[in-house]
């Protein structure tokens, strides 16, 4: 069985993991942006965005300030586990002061802060479906309020079908402009309902950005989305350039006959995410790391 405490210094390592180093697919994309820039303002800016990056993995320090809120996706295998919720919580609490972490969370309301990241809802768990692996998969992404912000909802007619989808991206990501601070990656859901819409949208962002859907029509619109965005010219951090975007990233679900619901949730450069694996017998694999550096 896998106990309560090791799920907690899995959840303190992964945080650890996630906010001072970044996944390799989101470097290497953010230096193929570096190398196909001719411009010299947002040259410059993506330079200065991987030296951000190679001081935070030396330091083991935070590549940005704002750790964000921290989202979890658990999918279960074929081990025991006692009280995930709890454990996770205990981890996240564990990491604002170890690693640190920014405490973001707050009362809607109130706006009062515990200072620990926790609170009613948060850290917020997402459960996938179950497989037969014999570990626990823990995926945790630090999301950022900057890119979170510009997130948005459209119910769109089925008779705007393709062309209603494009356009809501196309003015999604100009009402963003450099807000999220991109290069950035948008996340897209398509169909289901509202809510399930906006879900898709956030787990489109935990695939890597070099892997397209394997659908080839819904791949090829993450494509041809990514080349025409790109053409906008915002660029990195909204200096211009030929990269405003490193990726587009498309999940669905099937609708009603009568619904088109279509979601997007921006990812910021800094696209932070790590997984981990537990296994029974005590061992862990963090895949989105292995071989980082």
Same mark, same amino acid.
């Given at each position: 069985m896998i106990s309560d405490k090791q799920v907690?210094?899995?959840v303190v390592e992964m945080l650890r993991k996630a906010v001072t &180093?970044?996944? @390799?697919?989101?470097?290497?994309?953010?230096?193929?942006? /570096? #190398?196909s820039e001719?411009?010299? =303002?947002? @040259?410059t800016q993506l330079r200065t965005i991987l030296d951000n990056i190679a001081l935070a993995e030396?330091? +083991? +320090?935070? $590549?940005?300030?704002?750790?964000?809120?921290?989202?979890?996706?658990? @999918?279960?295998?074929? =081990?025991?586990?006692g009280d995930l919720a709890e454990a996770i919580g205990r981890g996240v609490a564990r990491a604002t002061k170890e690693v640190p972490l920014r405490p973001n969370t707050v009362h809607p309301i109130t706006r009062a802060n515990h200072k620990d990241n926790r609170g009613t809802g948060m850290p917020y768990i997402n459960?996938?479906?179950?497989? &037969?692996?014999?570990?626990?998969?823990?995926?945790?992404m630090? &999301?950022?309020?900057?890119?979170?912000?510009?997130?948005?909802?459209?119910?769109?007619?089925? *008779?705007?079908?393709?062309?209603?989808? #494009?356009r809501f991206a196309l003015d999604t990501l100009v009402a963003a402009g450099s807000k999220p601070?991109?290069? $950035?990656? $948008?996340?897209?859901?398509?169909?289901? *309902?509202?809510?399930i819409s906006i879900h898709l949208a956030k787990e489109s962002l935990l695939r890597p950005v070099d892997q397209r859907h394997p659908e080839r029509e819904i791949a090829a619109l993450e494509l041809e989305l990514k080349e025409v965005l790109n053409t906008i010219g915002i660029g990195p951090m909204g200096l211009g350039g030929k990269t405003t975007l490193l990726g587009v990233?498309?999940? /669905?679900?099937?609708?009603?006959?009568?619904?088109?619901?279509?979601?997007?949730?921006i990812q910021c450069w800094a696209a932070r995410r790590a997984t981990a694996r537990i296994h029974a017998d005590g061992r862990v694999e963090y895949p989105s790391h292995e071989g980082v550096g």
């Open positions: 907690e210094d899995v &180093k970044l996944p @390799r697919d989101i470097e290497q994309a953010l230096e193929q942006a /570096y #190398k001719t411009e010299e =303002v947002p @040259r030396q330091g +083991t +320090t935070p $590549i940005c300030q704002d750790t964000g809120v921290q989202i979890f996706f658990v @999918r279960p295998g074929a =081990v025991q586990t459960l996938l479906p179950p497989s &037969k692996d014999p570990w626990l998969e823990l995926t945790v630090p &999301k950022g309020a900057g890119s979170e912000n510009m997130s948005a909802l459209k119910m769109l007619n089925p *008779s705007e079908g393709i062309k209603g989808i #494009k601070c991109p290069p $950035i990656i $948008i996340g897209m859901g398509i169909g289901g *309902s509202a809510d990233n498309i999940e /669905y679900a099937h609708c009603h006959t009568a619904s088109l619901p279509v979601a997007i949730n």
